[in-house]
């Protein structure tokens, strides 16, 4: 069963630092997505993209992140300088339909720890 | 306001038996998905089940059914027969209606910790 896929599972980083979380969504996926989950919260929307544009971002989605798709398969998401307060386990999900309801497919999300 | 609210932060339930996981939701939107996820303590988030706003049936899945009540804004997931790997956090989300090209990001509750006692 085709499934994403997200690395690496455990990224510590300095504050300040950059990081890259890499993801690999379902191949015939269109829509692909972001949201982190700060310990014993709840999971919060970061970014939605789609056809190589971002189509929505919450709040939390400022000019530290960025997404990109750079080649056919992967989608990340880079924090240009971490904050202790970006510590969080990291999801990306996609979803493919069209039309309908479309179930998004999460990763494995990767764990974030900013020291 | 909260656009979803899970009301209980633990549940107990005994191995065999069912239970109901409570989720109210909020919109102004008439087109709108509910959905449910599970996870485990090992951190994934695996989607468990679907009720779209203009569905007339009460959607299931094998032992999962969700109880949606469109005027009472309430989409309660009810597991049957639990298990003790069913032990995990439970999470309901809504989609609101798509805008522009967007499929529409989720909106999470708090969740519920679901415990199954053997």
């Known amino acids: 069963e085709p499934e994403v896929t997200q690395t690496p599972s455990h990224q510590v980083t300095q504050m300040g630092q950059e990081v890259i979380l890499r993801c690999v969504p379902i191949?015939?996926?269109?829509?692909f997505y972001w949201y982190r989950q700060i310990l014993g919260q709840k999971v919060e929307f970061l970014v939605s993209?789609?056809?190589?544009?971002?189509?929505?971002k919450s709040e939390i989605f400022d000019d530290q992140f960025s997404v990109e798709r750079p080649d056919g398969s992967n989608f990340t998401l880079k924090i240009r300088s971490t904050k202790l307060e970006d510590s969080a386990m990291y999801f990306c999900?996609?979803?493919?339909?069209?039309?309908?309801?479309?179930?998004?497919?999460f990763g494995p999300g990767t764990r974030l720890t900013v020291l | 306001a909260q656009k979803i609210t899970q009301t209980q932060p633990g549940m107990f339930v005994q191995e065999k038996e069912a239970v109901t996981l409570d989720c109210t939701y909020d919109?102004?939107?008439?087109?709108?998905?509910l959905f449910w996820y599970k996870q485990p303590s090992s951190g994934e988030m695996i989607f468990l089940i679907y009720?779209?706003?203009?569905?007339?049936q009460n959607a299931t899945e094998g032992r999962y059914s969700l109880n949606f009540q469109k005027a009472r804004k309430s989409a309660n997931l009810v597991i049957s027969a639990s298990q003790l790997g069913d032990s995990a956090m439970y999470f309901c989300?809504?989609?609101?209606?798509?805008?522009?090209?967007?499929?529409?990001?989720?909106?999470f509750g708090k969740g519920t910790k679901l415990s199954v006692k053997p």
């Open positions: 191949s015939n996926h269109l829509y």
């Open positions: 009720q779209g706003s203009y569905d007339q």
């Open positions: 999900a996609s979803s493919g339909q069209t039309s309908g309801y479309n179930e998004q497919f």
């Open positions: 919109t102004s939107d008439p087109s709108y998905g």
């Open positions: 989300a809504m989609r609101e209606g798509r805008r522009g090209g967007s499929q529409g990001n989720l909106i």
């Open positions: 993209f789609y056809n190589n544009e971002i189509s929505e």
